[in-house]
């Protein structure tokens, strides 16, 4: 089994910064790629940053230049400068990720638990 756990959302005044954290653990064969998803109230889901594994680092426009994605190892960050009010949303984790089952490589995308993030005016 795999698990992702996040941590560091709040409540934050605009103009100030978060720093989202994402662990997974479990029976890994290899991570494919890591990222980060937000859904706003009545929205979809839709991704803020990601990371594929040997790619380039993708960022949703309206993020580009405020938020960083960094990964060490298992776990993924999102550094969230400069906040508005209209960031405000549940942010998931995702990541991609191989298992070894029965000598077979299963490829399957994980999510977090969500965490909620709130900037204020």
Not at 42 to 54: I, N, W, Y
Request: glycine share 10%; net charge positive; proline share 2%.
């Amino acid at each position: 089994q795999v698990h992702l756990v996040e941590s560091g959302g709040g409540l934050v005044q605009a103009g100030g910064s978060l720093r989202l954290s994402c662990a997974a653990s479990g029976s890994i064969f290899s991570i494919n790629a890591m990222g980060w998803y937000l859904q706003a109230p009545g929205k979809q889901r839709e991704l803020v940053a990601a990371m594929p594994s040997g790619g380039s680092t993708i960022y949703a426009d309206s993020v580009k230049g405020r938020f960083t994605i960094s990964r060490d190892e298992s776990t993924v960050y999102l550094q969230m400068n400069s906040l508005k009010p209209e960031d405000t949303a549940v942010y998931y984790c995702n990541a991609r990720i191989a298992t070894k089952q029965a000598m077979r490589v299963i490829i399957n995308d994980y999510w977090g638990q969500g965490t909620q993030v709130t900037v204020s005016s």
